[in-house]
């Protein structure tokens, strides 16, 4: 339905934006595997979290916040990418992955201004509500987009494979925050194992739409 597919907000006319996203977040998922294991602690661990490590802190906090927003990026263009424009399904899919967009660069904005330390601790609450909100809204946004793929037929089932995989992998990276506060190391192993496994679903993602035009 073209009226449909001209009234989703923001409507990318750049085709190839979408795997190029995936192709960005996917290292960058990656690198939260890596931090995971082996990153020095750049700010205190108890409230109210004073940075140590100014420079560490805003590559490692900036790392995430992209991997977010790139992740959300293709997530307002699933429903575009996997061809079901024409649903008030396919219309919010687009709308809470812009949101999720945003809320991430606005994440972005906070993990500058943490370096300030007039502002340290406000930023820092800013930033971590940011980063969560926009995790949420990102799985809502390839939940909905999952849930449509399934619903038409002539969306590949790989493909619909592929975006619930995008959601579940985005909800595992959520569980494996909130549970980040235990010292456990199967919950450090699960953890580096969920950003290995958001890596790998947006680099499929990219080398499968990559053709698209």
Do not use: H
């Amino acid at each position: 339905d073209s009226r449909t597919a001209r009234s989703l907000p923001g409507r990318a006319q750049r085709r190839g934006f979408g795997p190029l996203s995936a192709y960005l977040a996917a290292p960058l998922w990656a690198l939260q595997a890596a931090i995971w294991l082996a990153a020095p602690k750049v700010q205190e661990a108890t409230a109210p979290f004073t940075i140590t490590k100014p420079l560490l802190f805003a590559l490692f906090w900036l790392s995430i916040a992209g991997a977010v927003a790139f992740s959300a990026a293709c997530a307002a263009e699933a429903p575009r990418t996997i061809d079901v424009l024409s649903s008030r399904g396919s219309w919010w899919a687009k709308v809470l992955g812009t949101i999720a967009l945003w809320l991430a660069s606005a994440a972005t904005i906070a993990i500058l201004a943490a370096l300030v330390p007039a502002v340290q601790r406000l930023a820092l609450s800013f930033m971590t509500n940011l980063l969560n909100g926009a995790l949420l809204v990102l799985a809502l946004s390839l939940s909905v987009s999952a849930f449509i793929s399934w619903r038409v037929a002539r969306v590949p089932r790989s493909t619909s494979i592929l975006v619930s995989a995008a959601a579940v992998a985005t909800v595992a990276m959520i569980t494996a925050i909130l549970t980040s506060g235990s010292s456990s190391v199967l919950g450090l192993y699960a953890a580096v194992a969920v950003a290995a496994l958001n890596a790998g679903v947006w680099l499929i993602w990219g080398r499968t739409f990559r053709g698209q035009r």
